[in-house]
């Protein structure tokens, strides 16, 4: 039974940064990539980043330049290090595993950009 968590959402005011993490219960090496997603209220949910298992990374156009996603393979942890951050980046942010044909989804942390 794959597990993701996710943790280090909050409150965070207009141009703040924020950095949330991603922990799975096996090796994160063993997922052909990992993800996260965000779905603002009465939204769909949107890909925010990505990192395939051999490093490659994606970006929406929305936050390039301001969003990294990077990750500790000892520590089986994917992190969203969020910074520059506006109203519109607020959201319930997901944690996104993709292997052997099948999505695993952590339960979602909150992101509030407010001041």
């Known amino acids: 039974q794959v597990e993701l968590v996710e943790s280090g959402g909050g409150l965070v ?3 703040g940064s924020l950095e949330l993490s991603c922990t799975t219960s096996e090796n994160i090496l ?3 990539r990992i993800a996260w997603y965000r779905q603002a209220p009465g939204k769909e949910r949107d890909l925010v980043a990505t990192i395939a298992v051999l490093g490659s990374k994606h970006y929406a156009d929305s ?4 969003f990294t ?6 520590a089986n942890t994917v992190y ?7 109203p519109e980046d607020t959201a319930v942010y997901y944690c996104n595993a ?3 044909s099948r999505d695993y989804w952590g339960q ?6 407010s001041a």
């Open 80 to 86: 969203l290090q969020m910074s520059s951050l506006k």
């Open 98 to 100: 993709y292997k052997l």
């Open 13 to 15: 005011q207009p141009g």
């Open 63 to 66: 936050v390039k330049g301001r």
């Open 108 to 113: 979602g942390t909150q992101v509030t950009v």
């Open 69 to 74: 996603i990077s990750r500790d393979g000892a």
């Open 30 to 32: 063993n997922f052909d």
